[in-house]
């Protein structure tokens, strides 16, 4: 039965740190808000197409980084606090337009940068006011909360950590637009606005967890929620390939075609390689482990967005020279390094996660590499590692090769396709870190699990423990041979039963 919407309600708290997570999705007005950002990643695109200068392509990233901010202050309110009222609906609405008003004014740098055409002035104008509807609604929020961390949630979205210095920085733009003569360092204004909330970020969370004052100060989100709405934003982001890819008119050649073709199988196989080790279980996901490397998840958020929506453009202009000679250097070399980046940014988050190695973090992941070559799973990852650098360094080239389009295109398909079987070989359960601090009995391998059955009565009593998140301890490569002697050694020389706990316990 439904019940009527009242005319204004205050914002609740979706939980209370300790408490379970309600199930909660994206809603009809967030999906319809969502594809604002799918004409504003063409639009970006379209810019950076139009001027491949230095200048050019860091106002890109600004204008990339504006609309990520401007999505991601929406999530991180919706993903804390629950509203439903009528006067809520209609301040969505009002920054639905202010939104769609912004993204209408992301236009070429030639424009952006002139003076007389007012687009740079429209383009701050409407971001200010973006900010200033997210000020009133954190006002809302905090005015009718009771607890601690409620209260201060409008001092930490105002404050060097929220919409507050990204108002500062639109009023210095505001001052260089109205009195520069020309408008080239737009792009420092654009990053002032968005960069300094999230290093100031990373030091404000840093001292909470050495303080424990993280429930003070912090309200919970819902992190399955997040989780979810990144994936659909990185789907908007793709969405920038596959529009380049159709909104190219046909030549009808042979070349035209096998671009397309290659094209089409490169980004089917850059989505694969992007989602093949993302992380979907909350209590495995980074942000659930600890905030500071949350925080550095959503750092390569931002680099994945400018990495993808540079990586369609240059579709467009593989197929705008599909039946042209060599491809300018300029040209491949926005196809080589966004593409390269894109891979690498996407495999490098994933260590971010639960990999085995927690509590010790990201850089104890490549220490362990590197003193784990020496068995088998170490080796075969180091190699993984190994190809995946190589796999960037070509792509890093690609200006050097001097190929058509059609040569990169194709080339372009097989390193994505290397790069998913890469991927795919990194997070098999018989090829991930991971397992090197894990018991026999818990690997998924068969062959590991032959091993586990030397010791059935340490399963038995581990099955009956409930799962308590305590780091395990490293395992040996497990024997091919099953047999055990008397002496309470198996015919390999590997200890058994106590002895192999006490042994692989020796080894951390």
Not at 106 to 117: A, G, H, I, Q, V
Not at 251 to 256: K, P
Not at 362 to 381: C, E, M, N, S, V
Request: proline residues 4%; glycine residues 6%.
């Amino acid at each position: 039965m439904r019940t009527a919407i009242p005319w204004y309600a205050p914002a609740k708290q979706i939980r209370q740190w300790g408490e379970p997570e309600p199930p909660r999705h994206t809603d009809h007005f967030g999906l319809f808000y969502d594809l604002t950002f799918v004409g504003g990643a063409y639009v970006a695109g379209l810019t950076l197409k139009s001027d491949l200068t230095t200048s050019g392509v860091l106002t890109f990233v600004g204008l990339v980084l504006l609309m990520r901010d401007a999505w991601i202050s929406n999530l991180m309110r919706q993903s804390q606090f629950q509203a439903h009222s009528l006067v809520h609906a209609v301040v969505d609405v009002i920054n639905l337009t202010l939104t769609m008003a912004m993204v209408l004014h992301m236009e070429s740098t030639k424009r952006l940068f002139d003076p007389n055409t007012n687009a740079a002035l429209a383009l701050i104008l409407t971001y200010s006011l973006i900010k200033l509807v997210e000020i009133l609604r954190a006002y809302d929020i905090s005015r009718n909360q009771t607890t601690s961390n409620g209260k201060n949630f409008f001092w930490r979205r105002v404050g060097l950590t929220g919409e507050g210095i990204s108002l500062l920085s639109m009023a210095a733009a505001l001052v260089f637009v109205l009195t520069a003569s020309t408008l080239e360092l737009l792009w420092v204004f654009l990053f002032a606005a968005t960069l300094p909330k999230l290093v100031a970020m990373f030091f404000v969370i840093k001292r909470a967890d050495h303080r424990g004052t993280r429930e003070r100060d912090f309200v919970p989100m819902s992190v399955r929620f997040v989780i979810h709405r990144n994936v659909e934003w990185a789907m908007l982001m793709l969405g920038e390939s596959v529009f380049s890819l159709l909104i190219v008119p046909a030549q009808h050649t042979l070349n035209f075609y096998v671009v397309f073709v290659t094209g089409c199988l490169t980004v089917s196989n850059v989505y694969v390689h992007h989602f093949v080790n993302y992380e979907t279980d909350p209590e495995r996901h980074c942000m659930r482990i600890k905030a500071l490397r949350g925080l550095i998840f959503e750092y390569t958020r931002v680099a994945v967005s400018v990495t993808l929506v540079a990586f369609g453009v240059s579709f467009k202009v593989l197929l705008e020279n599909a039946d042209k000679g060599t491809l300018k250097s300029k040209y491949a070399s926005l196809f080589g390094v966004s593409m390269g980046l894109s891979l690498f940014i996407a495999d490098v988050s994933a260590i971010l996660h639960d990999t085995g190695v927690e509590p010790k973090g990201f850089w104890a992941y490549w220490r362990t590499l590197l003193q784990k070559q020496d068995h088998p799973i170490g080796r075969r990852l180091g190699r993984v590692w190994l190809f995946k650098f190589a796999v960037v360094a070509i792509c890093f080239s690609f200006a050097s090769f001097e190929l058509s389009a059609v040569g990169l295109s194709l080339l372009a398909w097989g390193l994505t396709f290397m790069s998913v079987l890469l991927a795919v070989q990194q997070t098999h359960p018989c090829m991930d870190i991971a397992n090197l601090f894990r018991s026999p009995d818990q690997l998924a391998c068969p062959k590991a699990s032959k091993w586990a059955q030397l010791v059935p009565q340490q399963q038995e009593e581990r099955t009956k423990q409930p799962h308590t998140g305590v780091l395990a301890s490293p395992v040996l490569a497990p024997p091919t041979d099953q047999s055990t002697d008397n002496s309470g050694v198996n015919g390999h020389g590997a200890p058994a039963d106590a002895d192999l706990v006490a042994h692989r316990t020796s080894l951390v």
